[in-house]
């Protein structure tokens, strides 16, 4: 046998030696940087994707009227309410052709002193009614300051239809941009409120409420 038969012979299995190997330490970085850019990629992806109401939806914790509500950012109670035909503000008074729902609440902040944003009431159907306008801030609990650890006490006004009463929640938050975060927290709670005890409520407003009571 020649010498150059001897070289073929032997190159084959060094050629096998070499296939053999498993990848370095290097092949592996690289397999796992590209991974990882391709799930930030997929993640990217599905982001944008996503609808702006999605993103921007609040985080809703619910209860029922005299329930402690904690709302994360801050816990709030629906004490009480009554409806009235017209309410007294000093020395003025004003009505309306529908019924004033006056709303007792408390409310405690978890971490630093908050304002409550003026709540809204939602109706069975999905109908939002705003506080009114018509009641100055200073007159409700939106005006005071809501201390961690201690309970704060106030009222809100709504000037609704009789006929929205049954089934109603009263919706929480805090003011728009007091917190920046991806989900805004708010309560929501149900007055309670059946048809009979819509028609009841509405049957028997006071006359005239007066935000000189405590």
């Not at 309410?81 to 309306?96: C, E, P």
């Not at 506080?131 to 650890?149: I, K, M, S």
């Not at 007091?178 to 927290?185: K, L």
């Amino acid at each position: 046998m020649t010498v150059t038969q001897q070289r073929s012979a032997v190159a084959p299995a060094r050629r096998g030696r070499r296939a053999g190997r498993r990848p370095g330490i290097g092949a592996k970085l690289l397999s796992l940087a590209v991974g990882l850019v391709l799930l930030g990629a997929a993640v990217a992806l599905q982001t944008l994707h996503r609808g702006e109401g999605e993103i921007t939806d609040p985080l809703t914790y619910t209860g029922g009227k005299g329930e402690i509500v904690d709302a994360k950012r801050f816990s709030v109670r629906l004490d009480s309410f009554v409806a009235a035909k017209s309410i007294k503000l000093g020395d003025q008074t004003i009505g309306t052709d529908n019924l004033f729902l006056i709303v007792n609440a408390s409310a405690m902040s978890s971490l630093k002193p908050y304002h409550l944003a003026q709540p809204v009431l939602l109706t069975a159907d999905g109908k939002k009614f705003a506080a009114t306008d018509r009641v100055t801030e200073t007159y409700t609990l939106a005006f005071r300051w809501v201390q961690p650890g201690l309970w704060t006490s106030g009222r809100f006004f709504f000037e609704v239809p009789p006929s929205e009463l049954p089934g109603a929640r009263v919706v929480f938050r805090l003011p728009s941009g007091f917190v920046v975060e991806p989900y805004q927290p708010e309560a929501e709670v149900d007055l309670g409120l059946d048809e009979e005890g819509a028609r009841k409520l509405a049957a028997s407003p006071q006359d005239v409420y007066s935000t000189d009571k405590k």
